[in-house]
């Protein structure tokens, strides 16, 4: 159980497109759901965190128009990187979780971004 | 602020031999997870550690935590070359957030 699927997987573009990243969980409701981001050898670095129908708080430093975040549904949020720069490559994962605050995050596959 | 600190970052051992990975964190905190993550890979969750002296078992893997020293382990036994990743602790904040540690990464080498 609890499975969130992440797509695309990997993703190699131009500089000045602009990506979106689907977030789906497959078999339970996710109130919440996170948006990290990946550098190499790092930690990760969490950039916002959205809740089924509000707006999603982004945390210091991360552009709200550069990463829009949807999270229209209780199985679904999306992350568009617009206008993407080489600077923007990076590994994003989204991560879900129920209303029982407890229970460990679940993480989808990873979308590994590369802009050229 | 809640501050977690992993140690060590890197770590490389022949199978067959014990260690342990230990987890810091700063301020009160009864949420304390376990994620492993693989090269180029998500993460894949371990152990959710809830109360002062729970301890969870899997495999090879025993993870506890002690909530008045803040403080959590995760000890391998007989390591095998299966369970090279790289380990991340993460403290669950009074906002229901993760704070991540910076992740170790074990190497086991045959």
């Known amino acids: 159980g609890a499975v969130v699927s992440q797509h695309p997987s990997r993703v190699i573009c131009k500089s000045g497109t602009s990506v979106k990243i689907e977030c789906r969980s497959l078999?339970?409701?996710?109130?919440?759901m996170f948006w990290y981001r990946q550098f190499p050898k790092q930690s990760l670095m969490l950039m916002a965190t959205?809740?089924?129908?509000?707006?999603?708080?982004?945390e210091q430093g991360v552009e709200k128009d550069k990463f829009l975040i949807n999270h229209a549904s209780l199985t679904l949020s999306t992350l568009t990187v617009t206008s993407a720069h080489p600077e923007d490559s990076s590994f994003y994962i989204c991560?879900?979780?129920?209303?029982?605050?407890?229970?460990?995050?679940?993480f989808g596959d990873g979308t590994r971004l590369s802009i050229l | 602020e809640l501050k977690v600190e992993q140690n060590p970052l890197f770590l490389s051992m022949q199978e067959g031999k014990n260690y342990t990975i230990y987890c810091n964190y700063s301020?009160?905190?009864?949420?304390l997870y376990w994620y492993r993550q693989d090269p180029g890979k998500s993460l894949e969750s371990l152990f959710v550690?809830?109360?002062n002296g729970a301890v969870k078992q899997e495999g090879r893997l025993m993870a506890s935590l002690d909530t008045k020293a803040r403080l959590s382990t995760l000890h391998i036994t007989a390591a095998v070359h299966d369970l090279s990743a790289t380990y991340f602790c993460?403290?669950?904040?009074?906002?229901?957030?993760?704070?991540w540690g910076a992740g170790t990464k074990l190497i086991i080498k045959p």
């Open positions: 991560s879900a979780r129920t209303d029982t605050s407890n229970q460990p995050q679940h």
């Open positions: 078999d339970f409701q996710a109130t919440t």
């Open positions: 959205s809740n089924e129908g509000s707006k999603a708080t982004y």
């Open positions: 301020t009160t905190s009864d949420r």
């Open positions: 550690l809830l109360s």
């Open positions: 993460a403290v669950g904040d009074s906002n229901y957030q993760l704070i």
